[in-house]
């Protein structure tokens, strides 16, 4: 393999993802998208993005694979992400409701909140009244 091929490889696994903004993607999906690129390349290029803050990693899904999503440049940096654990479904935080939490963050625990590698995770609405269908 020479590096010229390497690096287009990652070109085109970078291009992707930055399609999958506000979208939860694994190595396995990624795979089936690349034909031209083996899954042992694709974790192997995913450690990489995740170390240059290009994505992150968030635990494991039913399966224990790795669940990735896309923080590089664009619209999404300055908001916190809320990810429902059940759909996959992505809401923003965002203006004054997001610096109101940073701002109480900050005066209560004496922390910077950085946005952009902060996600909360939970249920949306729908799918948390699936699951409890006495809740309001
Ligand atoms: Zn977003
Ligand atoms: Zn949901």
Do not use: W
Request: aromatic share 10%.
């Amino acid at each position: 393999m020479t590096t010229g091929y390497k690096t287009k490889a990652r070109a085109e696994l970078a291009e992707l993802i930055a399609h999958k903004k506000d979208k939860i993607f694994k190595a396995s999906e990624l795979a089936q998208e690349l034909s031209n690129s083996s899954l042992s390349t694709i974790y192997r290029n995913l450690q990489l993005m995740e170390k240059n803050g290009y994505i992150q990693s968030f635990g494991t899904d039913e399966n224990k694979e790795i669940c990735y999503r896309y923080i590089g440049p664009g619209d999404c940096q300055n908001k916190i992400h809320l990810i429902c654990r059940k759909c996959g479904k992505f809401f923003h935080l965002e203006g004054d409701a997001l610096q109101k939490i940073k701002k109480s963050i900050l005066k209560e625990c004496d922390f910077y909140v950085n946005q952009q590698e902060s996600c909360l995770f939970g249920y949306c609405s729908r799918c948390y009244q699936k699951e409890n269908p006495q809740a309001k």
